[in-house]
């Protein structure tokens, strides 16, 4: 997973700003909802727009700045990418840094365990 893609997902734990009218949408005429792929798009154009602009932007910087450290200690796979092992433990490390949370299946050995 590169350090973009980790910075992108996490952050999106933590958008706070999200358009449901565009995520909800649908269309009142005929009926029809919107398809999966529609909202899938939609969900992930109103993440991107809120945590690239405004408030989301400054979350975002000091995300980076906390997770940077970690991610170049963490062991990568032959590909220079962080394997699910070490993606769980930044998580884990994270929420339990920041915020005092324990997640079920982020604690140490977890996947060991098959939780």
């Known amino acids: 997973m590169s350090f973009a893609l980790f910075k992108v997902s996490l952050a999106a734990i933590f958008v706070w700003v999200a358009c449901a009218r565009t995520f909800l949408n649908n269309d009142q005429e005929n009926g029809e909802l919107m398809s999966r792929s529609a909202v899938r798009e939609s969900l992930f154009a109103e993440l ?3 945590v690239t602009h405004g408030p ?13 450290p970690m991610y170049a200690a963490l062991p990568k796979n032959e590909f220079g990418k ?7 433990y930044a998580l884990h490390r994270f929420f339990v840094e920041r915020h005092g949370w324990h997640v079920k299946g982020l604690e140490p050995g977890a996947r060991a365990e098959g939780v």
């Not at 962080?82 to 769980?88: D, I, Q, R, Y």
């Open 48 to 50: 991107k727009h809120a």
């Open 56 to 68: 989301g932007e400054t979350k975002l910087l000091r995300l980076e700045a906390f997770l940077k």
């Open 82 to 88: 962080l394997g699910v092992e070490a993606v769980s």
